[in-house]
């Protein structure tokens, strides 16, 4: 091995450099420009500033930090790799981007522990920072106390140009600037290169002016590349402003110390290739080999470990003083870390029998969310502006705001994309806090990625979504879902319920608040519902069942959801009226229903019984999978109308009449 | 009738506000809170400024007006009526909000002659005016002559709260500002009240100076509910600045008018009640009954019929010295506005036959795109900053930037969402340009109510979406496709294409240019193909057919999209060489195939063959409807994974192996 005759920082930077180049080069893979470039700033951020326990990815308090330009995945590796992360291995280095690694080409928090979110898709992860940022200073204001703090870690992110053209990154840093998350610190890595070339092609505003006009504290380091106490100045110049979020620009260049490529779009997202890497080895004077990293660079990183283990036993120290001063708040404090629900707390679940007159589900939604919320402290969410017709609001809490962050009732304003990756990170704080955030059902359609990613990432967010038919009636075709429900069914890992009365609204809460890796997304209806002879919670968490049946064997099965379901009993009402034996099951939730043992599927829906209607005021596609070619769909695969809901509905068929007549045709 | 006793412009604008108020009250739904506080601007916007007629609202030099914020849809009908457009008449007012009226819910270009683009999703409406803004300058910059201005109208924007809040008007103001779209006029409705309530609980943020960040001449009226001599300045100071847009910052009450409601919530999206609007009548002195326009206001505001046909006629009048100048830029843009492609345009779409090496479809694309660009001066379009990924530059042009808008290669940015409203409103722009926008296929999910709107808004918009599927590999499960094509084929009145060559390919992008009210969206691979035996543009275009077919009646047939029809076709020579009769059918385009008629689907798909395997390397939903019961999908229902997109199709069961298995099971 060659003697090191660089600085300790600049050993360690280069180091970064040189794992991301060889992790790259290795795959024929990945971006090694943003790792070349963001190496200083990044570990300037790591040894000198962070707190965490790189032996206890899971404690508590630990510094969060968010790569945004989640693209640049090697750099995020490669310190977890220095810093002693049991999860990344030089050999998990070495496997970057392959089957079954634990260093995808993204980086994923449900692979990697010390992952703390899953980017990639830009903009998610400065969004997915202010929910962090929310997390801690919710439960600062809920359980520090003057003389025990227990929660006061910070929010790192680092971000792109990509990040900032992205109208989400706009959204998250307009609400965090209204919020004064004083905790959140984003380093903007801007090195004016995008996919397309330089960003004097299309993004040319002042993003620092923008940053303060959102209320941030803004500040620049003009040498990102190698002044490295300038970079060190400026965190500490952020986190003496505690009451606001700080955006850092730090000018580098990407893929920096390649001299042919180093500023251009050709060093983003392809390997540098043999010659080059040589090029840059030399520009960079350093003289070891592909994987190689000197010993003096890793002791130093390492550290990290002893600094973890301390600040963690710190930590540990006050929380058992908190203990012995605080007993109540700390009991309850273990248990929200501990992830144990309340005993018995479904018990507060809203159910009802059909004598009870029915409502909107999304009034059922409204009286579950208050019966749950004094019952789970850890509920905390809100709407993107539509509170009152979402119905979202909990009484037993005022609004976060800032001044008042021990609040559970957020007000996103209308920025729906945030609020999805606000509630992601909030449901990844790994405080098992458990986020809402709601919406009419169309607008998912502006938040999509992150309801995906909610998914992916295996969250407990619950999506509140009302409006969710042509029948929410005059607001018309731009404003009514047709294909949300099914699209949403397609999404894996995510359970879409479209309830048919209060018991199964509740049933769908049960299973939101009970599902810890799955996110469940609520259809709800505008309009009154009644409460339905046969449902239950019970019966609604398995996704699917009969609600009332004939008989023997049933002629006919009609199968409906939400608001199509009482059409179901009613047809079936005519059917047997004129001696036919028919089924109706309600299937508020095809992704449980799917998951149910074959016998119970095949008890429900009888492979020998293949007249089936299925009934749901939206596109037909996700329903022929359970009708086949001898059945039939009443759906709707035109765009809606502008008139009142029941005008629609009749019009578009969903009436007694057309159901019967649909059904007397399956049969023959 | 009573006399008037205000000034001609207030009684103007009093009677905007109270048709305003009696069509949502009339219908007991709607919005009367916008077009109550913004009537000022709006009035002296369509009085003083906006040159239009009413006569003949596709004059194609008319001045474009969006409402952004469409819930105020009632603002937009008030000006109609009273400007004296045919489409919206005193009984259409009448008829607000009802079934099959000429006056939905929000502002549907597709209803009502006159509205220029579907709004109401917020946001949507100032992207759009940043693409009507785009084709105004490109014409502008190909057409006029120093001595013959063609094109030289303005694009109103009126814009609330909600709209600057989403993250796709900041993305679109970015991008505009960026460009210099000098022509490009936002009025802010700054009303500080949104559905929550006052703006002070999510939206603090100094709107003004982001919009400088971004380059745009910012302009404040203070006073926007009486001082319609400001609005005029400020519009005057507007135009008067030609190389930035301007957003004018309206300061407004919302509900101008109303006692106990005006500045609150209540008013935004309800009906203001009897009592309450008789206390606006006597807060305005209006004496004037429901619907009832004092007939001074209206030969007023009907001006503008004689003001339209003197601009028209100017116009034409141009028109008429530009041909005799100019015969063959005259000729071109007669071709243009007429809507006729070139004769034998499609000629120029590239083919081939299996002995050519095949490609990935997206070069496919690339090749078409360039082959088609020089003989439809009409496409305009570009990528979201991965042009060299997408494979989207037409090479025959430059970059659209400020000061050569004459160019045709857009770049947008990482701006997916904005892009799709941009888009969306070339198309309709009146003038036949065909916008195209790129993006990955997954990244979709970021401007889905974009590509709803472009799909309900009747546009012909090409949607190109590359890195289709789990084969694109390495950068994993953020960035594979898994639920998207079948939840794109889920919106209504969308062309969801997935070509499985370059046969199929031109087939596509023949469907896209030619569908005038249809928008398409092609998904293409990363990875290269074969150019199969048996397809052709003409069997694309019909969405589905039959590739290979053995002799006699089918025992199973093979269903493949894209990438996975070579898999079919390798299926169906093994189970051939087992002596079955096998059908291969490549359906690159289900929505196409399902316009065909029942004869020409039963030859594809003949109900008497029931042994059905369906092949796609996405989500399984869609195909149910085509194999029933009886047959099986070979799909993807789970998230992808990163490592090599070789490795990861076999992974997953995309193998000749694995179909064949399959296909044997349904046989039984």
């Known amino acids: 091995m060659t003697v090191a005759t660089q600085s300790i920082d600049q050993l360690c930077i280069n180091a970064i450099r040189f794992l991301?180049?060889?992790?790259?080069?290795?795959?024929?893979?990945?971006?090694?420009?943003?790792?070349?470039?963001?190496?200083?700033?990044?570990?300037?951020?790591?040894?000198?500033?962070?707190?965490?326990?790189?032996?206890?990815?899971?404690w508590v308090n630990r510094d969060r930090f968010v790569l945004s330009a989640g693209h640049g995945s090697m750099l995020q590796y490669a310190l977890m790799y220095l810093a002693g992360f049991d999860s990344v291995s030089l050999d998990d280095l070495k496997e970057f981007r392959q089957w079954k690694s634990k260093t995808p080409g993204h980086p994923e928090n449900f692979v990697t522990p010390g992952v703390e979110v899953t980017t990639g898709p830009l903009g998610q992860g400065i969004a997915n920072g202010v929910g962090l940022a929310l997390a801690e200073a919710h439960l600062a204001a809920r359980f520090n106390k003057p003389d025990a703090t227990l929660f006061d870690h910070y929010t790192y992110v680092i971000m792109g140009d990509g990040c900032n053209m992205e109208g989400i990154s706009g959204e998250a840093a307009s609400?965090?600037?209204?919020?004064?998350?004083?905790?959140?610190?984003?380093?903007?890595?801007?090195?004016?290169?995008?996919?397309?070339?330089?960003?004097?092609?299309?993004?040319?505003?002042?993003?620092?002016?923008?940053?303060?006009?959102?209320?941030?504290?803004?500040?620049?380091?003009?040498?990102?590349?190698?002044?490295?106490?300038?970079?060190?100045?400026?965190?500490?110049?952020?986190?003496?402003?505690?009451?606001?979020?700080?955006?850092?620009?730090?000018?580098?260049?990407?893929?920096?110390?390649?001299?042919?490529?180093?500023?251009?779009?050709?060093?983003?997202?392809?390997?540098?290739?043999?010659s080059e890497i040589e090029l840059t080895r030399k520009e960079l004077d350093w003289n070891y080999g592909p994987f190689e990293v000197p010993e003096d660079a890793l002791s130093h990183f390492r550290k990290a470990v002893d600094r973890g283990a301390s600040a963690e036993a710190e930590w540990n120290q006050t929380m058992a003083t908190y203990k012995t001063k605080y007993a109540d708040k700390a009991a309850e404090l273990e248990r929200l870390l501990s992830g144990e629900l309340p005993a018995n707390w479904a018990d507060c679940l809203p159910t009802a029998t059909p004598d009870v007159a029915g409502l909107a589900t999304r009034k059922h939604s409204q009286a579950t969310l208050n019966a749950i919320a004094p019952v789970l402290d850890e509920l905390v969410g809100g709407s993107a502006d539509l509170t009152h017709s979402n119905l979202t609001e909990i009484?037993?809490?005022?609004?976060?705001?800032?001044?008042?962050?021990?609040?559970?009732?957020?007000?996103?304003?209308?920025?729906?994309?945030?609020?999805?990756?606000?509630?992601?990170?909030?449901?990844?704080?790994?405080?098992?806090?458990?986020?809402?955030?709601?919406?009419?059902?169309?607008?998912?359609?502006?938040?999509?990625?992150?309801?995906?990613?909610s998914a992916l990432s295996e969250t407990r967010v619950i999506w509140v979504m009302t409006h969710d038919s042509i029948a929410l009636g005059e607001d018309g075709p731009t404003h009514q879902p047709i294909e949300q429900v099914a699209s949403l069914r397609a999404i894996p890992n995510l359970y879409v319920y479209r309830p048919a009365d209060v018991n199964e609204t509740s049933g769908a809460y049960k299973v939101a608040v009970e599902s810890k890796k799955t996110p469940t997304l609520l259809a709800l209806t505008r309009q009154n519902l009644p409460n339905l002879e046969g449902s239950s919670i019970e019966k609604a968490e398995k996704g699917g069942y009969i609600l009332s049946d004939s008989e023997g064997t049933p002629d006919i099965i009609l199968i409906g959801t939400g608001s199509e379901v009482q059409l179901c009993v009613e047809t079936a009402t005519a059917l047997r009226s004129e001696g036919k034996n028919v089924?109706?099951?309600?299937?508020?939730?095809?992704?449980?229903?799917?998951?149910?043992?074959?016998?119970?599927?095949?008890?429900?829906?009888?492979?020998?019984?293949?007249?089936?209607?299925?009934?749901?005021?939206?596109?037909?596609?996700?329903?022929?999978?359970?009708?086949?070619?001898?059945?039939?769909?009443?759906?709707?695969?035109?765009?809606?109308?502008?008139?009142?809901?029941?005008?629609?509905?009749?019009?578009?068929?969903?009436?007694?009449?057309?159901?019967?007549?649909t059904a007397k045709k399956v049969l023959g």
């Open 583 to 661: 089924r109706v099951v309600s299937m508020p939730c095809v992704d449980r229903f799917e998951e149910q043992d074959a016998a119970y599927q095949e008890s429900v829906l009888p492979a020998s019984v293949s007249k089936r209607v299925a009934v749901e005021a939206g596109c037909t596609m996700s329903w022929y999978k359970y009708v086949g070619f001898e059945g039939a769909v009443v759906g709707v695969d035109t765009f809606g109308a502008s008139a009142p809901g029941g005008i629609i509905m009749k019009e578009y068929g969903f009436t007694v009449e057309n159901v019967l007549a």
């Open 20 to 58: 991301a180049i060889d992790g790259v080069e290795k795959a024929k893979s990945g971006h090694p420009g943003l790792p070349m470039g963001a190496a200083p700033m990044a570990y300037t951020l790591w040894d000198k500033f962070m707190r965490f326990n790189p032996k206890n990815p899971n």
């Open 175 to 274: 609400i965090a600037g209204h919020w004064g998350l004083g905790k959140l610190i984003a380093l903007y890595d801007d090195n004016h290169i995008s996919i397309d070339g330089s960003t004097d092609v299309a993004f040319t505003e002042d993003v620092s002016a923008r940053f303060e006009a959102y209320g941030w504290h803004v500040l620049h380091v003009e040498d990102g590349n190698t002044d490295t106490d300038a970079i060190a100045k400026a965190i500490e110049e952020a986190k003496a402003v505690t009451d606001k979020p700080t955006m850092i620009k730090v000018t580098t260049i990407i893929g920096y110390g390649s001299p042919n490529k180093g500023n251009t779009a050709g060093v983003h997202g392809a390997a540098l290739g043999e």
């Open 395 to 453: 009484k037993v809490s005022g609004d976060f705001q800032k001044g008042a962050y021990e609040n559970r009732n957020v007000h996103f304003g209308v920025r729906e994309h945030a609020m999805g990756a606000i509630c992601n990170a909030i449901a990844l704080h790994g405080t098992n806090l458990i986020p809402y955030g709601a919406t009419f059902l169309i607008f998912s359609d502006y938040m999509r990625n992150s309801i995906r990613l």
